[in-house]
């Protein structure tokens, strides 16, 4: 397998918990598990795949913390390397910006030489808007669990096994 380093950003845990959840299933080891507020881009380097991970705060923003660190690495040269975007979000509250931050950090990382893994369908998901849907699908895994908590344990299941037939392994 790939070497996997995992970043997130996390406000309350949620998304904390879902970066150790992807890492126990896909093994990673939690010296590999970054919180971005305490990251730094030159820990990107040793890395083939990028896990990233953060919430959606009020009208679509990006979890506190990815604001300055979303800064600096996208003046990477990220070429040769895979990189996954997942997302917490409440399409209940905010289904006009569900997981909006996923598409923030897509966007954001364009031009960076990176290749994008990770698309998940919209069927399934009950929302009104998001700018992490391109072409139809979400540019990487939206997850809910304020409303939806029973769906994340197959959505996460459904997207490793995603991830590891686009490279991963």
Known sequence: MKTIGIFYGSSTGTTEDIAKRIAAKLGVDASNLYDVAKASPSDLAGYEVLILGSSTWGAGDLQDDWYDFLAKIKKLD???????IFGCGDSSSFSDTFCDAIGTIYTDLQGTGCTFIGNVATDGYSYDDSTAVVDGQFVGLPLDELNE?????SRLDSWIDSLKKEGLE
Do not use: F, Y
């Open 149 to 153: 908590d029973d769906q994340t344990e």
């Open 78 to 84: 990220l070429s040769g390397k895979l990189v996954a």
